[in-house]
T-cell receptor, first 117, second 116 residues
Framework: SQQGEEDPQALSIQEGENATMNCSYK?????LQWYRKNSGRGLVHLIL?????REKHSGRLRVTLDTSKKSSSLLITASRAADTASYFC?????????????????FGQGTILTVHP | GAVVSQHPSRVICKSGTSVKIECRSL??????MFWYRQFPKQSLMLMAT?????????EQGVEKDKFLINHASLTLSTLTVTSAHPEDSSFYICSASLGDLFYEQYFGPGTRLTVT
């Protein structure tokens, strides 16, 4: 499987329900980020959780990180129809090329979330 | 704030021609810009990282002579696909950040390239 692999690939829920998406990765990371993409628009950064953090909240979003299991979850509480989008996790880790170190984001394939009104 | 634009949004070109894609950070100065490519049903793959005023760092397997990147200013980076072939048809996405180490990235809407 790829670095930053999301599960499930698609999720369909009713408005008001909670949506949980999971992400697994393979290598060590500095941080893990979640992004959302609406149709016709670019990726939007949602939340960043550092490798030394276990949980982070932002509004209706709750992200957990378990570095021992190399996994993360994104929980959207009280979902709304406007939350319908694709959600991607991305791991941020060190990369090195030609003696230059830089942070490299590696994306998963995403989870398509559909929230029905 | 933190808006990144790309131009064009779609381009169709003939095999053998070159195509330039622009990426602009509209309301902030981007020290670092990233170029990604996404093939159908696959995840975004980083192609290269560029810092303003210096040469781009390319990911393994990405030909630097084919994908020319110019990051001439803190608000503009260009990706030129030279001598395009049908297999270069893809969705190209840029992002911009305040630095190259673990900063939040702001993504452009992407450019759909079709090479006939």
């Amino acid at each position: 499987s790829q670095q930053g692999e999301e599960d499930p690939q698609a999720l369909s829920i009713q408005e008001g329900e909670n949506a949980t998406m999971n992400c697994s990765y393979k290598t060590s990371i500095n941080n893990l980020q979640w992004y959302r993409k609406n149709s016709g628009r670019g990726l939007v950064h949602l939340i960043l959780i550092r490798s030394n953090e276990r949980e982070k909240h932002s509004g209706r979003l709750r992200v957990t990180l378990d570095t021992s299991k190399k996994s993360s979850s994104l929980l959207i509480t009280a979902s709304r129809a406007a939350d319908t989008a694709s959600y991607f996790c991305a791991t941020d880790s060190f990369a090195n090329a030609g003696g230059t170190s830089y942070g490299k984001l590696t994306f998963g394939q995403g989870t398509i979330l559909t929230v029905h009104p | 704030g933190a808006v990144v634009s790309q131009h064009p949004s779609r381009v169709i070109c003939k095999s053998g021609t070159s195509v330039k894609i622009e990426c602009r950070s509209l309301d902030f100065q981007a020290t670092t810009m990233f170029w990604y490519r996404q093939f159908p049903k696959q995840s975004l793959m980083l192609m290269a990282t560029s810092n303003e005023g210096s040469k781009a760092t390319y990911e393994q397997g990405v030909e630097k002579d084919k994908f020319l990147i110019n990051h001439a200013s803190l608000t503009l980076s260009t990706l030129t696909v030279t001598s395009a072939h049908p297999e270069d048809s893809s969705f190209y996405i840029c992002s911009a950040s305040l630095g190259d180490l673990f900063y939040e990235q702001y993504f452009g809407p992407g450019t759909r390239l079709t090479v006939t």
